[in-house]
């Protein structure tokens, strides 16, 4: 037998039964994984503490390789699940996997009104512009003009700036990065875990084999590329004229505030209720 | 600027009229809490039931005509320690309660027609991940927006087969204020019990209709709550075959870092392709039910023994019923009455004996035939046994001597 060195990915996959996954050669998803594993590796939380919610899509297989408490929900539901799971036991660190479609498009609305409450949800939304599991339809991120098998005449409908929806409607920690930013995305991830609050870290991924090879992107090695080279950090975006920063993914921490979180409102709004005479 | 001033003088009036009424609300609320007699409507029965039996988690939208059960535990919550969310429409909600349970919550939530539609893939979800949760769902005219706060019994056939797939059923379906909160109570326990999602069925009228009641000591509450697995976390399954397919069940954050997904899966809750493992997980899900029977169907039997004419009726139909039964009676017709408490999984054994003891059956329903096709699925084999249908769907009750009448006609 083949001796493979372990990693530290390694002990937080689950063992039996549950490869080989489904993602495509190529794919951002396990890349992505790979960064919220080695996050969660570096923080001191006891697997126990941490449920992993997703809905469904491409990338909300994830949390069943994965071993921590894990819930696979309905589509576009995993924020309205987490909500539930988070209120009941709100010491748990409740981390939502969801793409564009499942959290923009049929899950809109439980994304908006998480980040108005700004319960202390982490969501990871790994958007890669279209629908894959179901084989390559436009998405409400899928880029204007860009080719779906239900846009085959190219995108008229513009896109949803993720980012921006969720600063919208109130979200206290939103970032923005690429699956190429291994090293960003994991920092991001942990940032967002210990930020007290509705977080969202837009993850721009790949998908080579459907939204890739509809609108010729040259396979997975150059979405890679294009990833690292069509993108600006925050930082550097002042710097730069408005000519260069034409199509551009800008990455970085665009917005980290405190504000006050869900269920400690909650447990204040108890605690008052108790005080004048409730039952314990 | 002088607009604003006319909008903010406006409200004032109003606040004036409904601080006095607040009032009287909370005061009734505390009657209640120390179990006096008051005149308590179903609505009302319904949230002491959840509260009595452990409910300690509620996710829900306004609806009429239920949203007084969500008003009652939006105060009452707070004040055990418990959860009270209102989400953004009623799909968050199924989904948040089902979130909760899973975390180890009793969970509750209550809607009417229009949110029960839309919590169908929720409910199915809780089914197939046999998770512990109660919808009420407080019936009203459909189909769609229809006649909001007028009686209707148009969900019964919706909460058998509302969500798609085959999947397992228990629904309750009370006709007094007392057996509101009864029921709710056993609804909790069902659920619990046989870990998944149970309906109860409220009629719009039963909602809203206030009968003395006294709600008993906590000392005579039959709690039942989920059993806990004692075996270390790797020895686990999550859909573990046990006696009577009824099996432990962990929650989150207690070491045991189970799968949950609505995808067809195995005894430990992963995903799976393999016929074998998709057939066992139908028939656990089946016999579940089947193999329990005894346990989940509760009738009412009235003057029946003697009765040549049965009237099947549920809910709000059956008091007028009881009533008729006593009408005719006085009259010397032999008639009695059999009302089902479950109504799924359906009483087909009962109503099988009903079919062999009596001449005539008379169905009074306030839907197009709902009940009574399952009553002609039943009546097949004894084609000389009559149906009388008696089915209105315009809002309005069918009365005692509606009933009586169309009986007489019939026979």
């Not at chain 1, 409102?265 to 005080?275: G, M, P």
């Amino acid at each position: 037998m083949a001796t493979i060195p372990q990693r530290i990915i390694h002990e937080y996959l689950r063992h039996d039964k549950k490869f080989p996954h489904v993602w495509c050669a190529g794919c951002s998803n396990g890349i992505v994984l790979g960064s919220i594993i080695r996050a969660l590796a570096g923080m001191d939380i006891d697997r126990d503490d941490i449920v992993m919610v997703s809905g469904i899509g491409c990338s909300s297989r994830m949390p069943v390789y994965v071993d921590f408490n894990t819930l696979h929900t309905l589509h576009g539901r995993s924020i309205a699940y987490a909500t539930g799971v988070k209120l009941h036991k709100p010491h748990l660190k409740v981390i939502v996997i969801t793409g564009d479609g499942d959290c923009t498009a049929i899950g809109g609305n439980h994304l908006i009104h998480a980040a108005r409450r700004n319960i202390d949800l982490t969501v990871i939304l790994i958007n890669n512009n279209i629908y894959g599991m179901t084989g390559g339809q436009c998405s409400p991120t899928t880029p204007h003009e860009a080719i779906a098998t239900t846009a085959p005449y190219g995108n008229i409908e513009p896109d949803f700036n993720v980012c921006e929806l969720a600063m919208g409607a109130g979200a206290s920690y939103v970032a923005r990065t690429t699956a190429f930013h291994t090293q960003e995305t994991q920092n991001m991830v942990k940032e967002a875990i210990e930020h007290p609050g509705f977080s969202l870290i837009e993850v721009v991924s790949a998908c080579p084999v459907i939204f890739g090879r509809l609108n010729k992107k040259g396979g997975a090695p150059q979405m890679m590329k294009d990833m690292r080279d069509n993108s600006v950090p925050l930082a550097a975006v002042e710097k730069l004229p408005p000519d260069k920063l034409e199509g551009k993914i800008i990455r970085g921490v665009l917005r980290k505030e405190l504000r006050p979180e869900f269920c400690a409102q909650y447990a204040d709004l108890v605690k008052r209720v108790q005080a004048k005479g409730g039952e314990a | 600027m002088k607009k604003t001033a006319t909008t903010k003088s406006a409200p004032k009036p109003k606040t004036k009229a409904s601080a006095p009424k607040q009032e009287t609300k909370l005061e009734e609320l505390q009657a209640i809490r120390e179990r006096k007699t008051v005149l308590m409507q179903g609505n009302e029965a319904v949230a002491y039931g959840a509260l009595d039996a452990g409910c300690n988690f509620f996710a829900g939208y306004p609806i009429t005509p239920s949203t007084e059960i969500a008003e009652i535990l939006a105060t009452e919550l707070p004040r055990r320690g418990g959860v009270f969310v209102q989400m953004e429409d009623e799909i968050a909600s199924i989904c948040a309660i089902t979130g909760a349970s899973l975390a180890g919550a009793k969970s509750l939530t209550a809607t009417s027609g229009p949110g029960f539609s839309l919590m169908q893939e929720g409910i199915g979800f809780a089914k197939i991940t046999e998770t512990p949760c109660v919808v009420v769902n407080v019936q009203r005219v459909g189909p769609s927006t229809g006649m909001p706060t007028s009686c209707a019994q148009g969900d019964i056939q919706q909460s058998r087969w509302g969500s798609h797939g085959d999947s397992p059923a228990i629904v309750l379906y009370p006709d007094s204020v007392k057996e509101c909160y009864e029921l709710t109570i056993r609804a909790i326990n069902l659920s619990e019990k046989y870990r998944t999602c149970v309906i109860l069925l409220l009629d719009e009228v039963l909602g809203h209709m206030r009968e003395a009641v006294r709600l008993p000591d906590m000392a005579n509450v039959r709690v039942i709550s989920r059993i806990k697995p004692t075996v270390p976390p790797h020895w686990y399954k999550h859909y573990d075959e046990n006696q009577k397919y009824l099996s432990p069940l962990a929650s989150y954050g207690e070491g045991y870092r189970f799968h949950v997904t609505g995808l067809t899966h195995d005894q430990l809750g992963f995903p799976t392709n393999k016929a074998t493992e998709a057939a066992d997980m139908m028939e656990r899900l089946r016999k579940k039910i089947t193999y329990n029977i005894r346990d989940l169907v509760q009738i009412e039997s009235y003057k029946m023994e003697d009765a040549k004419i049965a009237i099947f009726a549920a809910g709000i139909v059956a008091r007028a019923a009881k009533s008729a039964v006593v009408m005719a009676r006085k009259e010397g017709i032999p008639v009695g009455l059999l009302r089902p408490l479950t109504i799924w999984p359906f009483p087909d054994d009962a109503v099988r004996k009903m079919l062999r003891d009596v001449d005539v059956v008379v169905v009074p329903e306030l839907n197009q035939g709902q009940l009574s096709r399952e009553i002609q699925r039943l009546v097949k084999d004894r084609s000389d046994s009559k149906l009388i249908k008696i089915q209105r769907v315009n809002g309005k009750l069918i009365s005692p001597t509606d009933i009586l009448r169309k009986m007489k006609e019939g026979i």
